[in-house]
């Protein structure tokens, strides 16, 4: 719950070899859409998916914006 913590370890941030789907709500009032943005520039190459009528706690405001991107995942549909 303090930014010192996650400050110390920004500098190790770099795109990451695996999938990943950045989803950040756009209400989020604790940690604003624009540190979603510099988030993404690290770790995905920029992409993010900005989910309306969302809050910090998107898996109690928008469940269903969640299980969306997983299933649109690469490799969702494989068994």
Do not use: N
Not at 51 to 64: F, K, Y
């Amino acid at each position: 719950m303090e930014q010192t913590f996650t400050d110390e370890i920004q500098p190790r941030y770099a795109p990451l070899a695996c999938p990943v789907t950045l989803l950040w709500g756009e209400e989020d009032q604790w940690l604003p859409i624009a540190r979603g943005h510099t988030l993404a520039a690290k770790l995905t190459h920029g992409a993010l998916t900005k989910v309306p009528g969302s809050g910090h706690l998107m898996q109690e405001d928008a469940p269903e914006a969640i299980i969306a991107a997983m299933l649109a995942a690469p490799g969702a549909s494989e068994t």
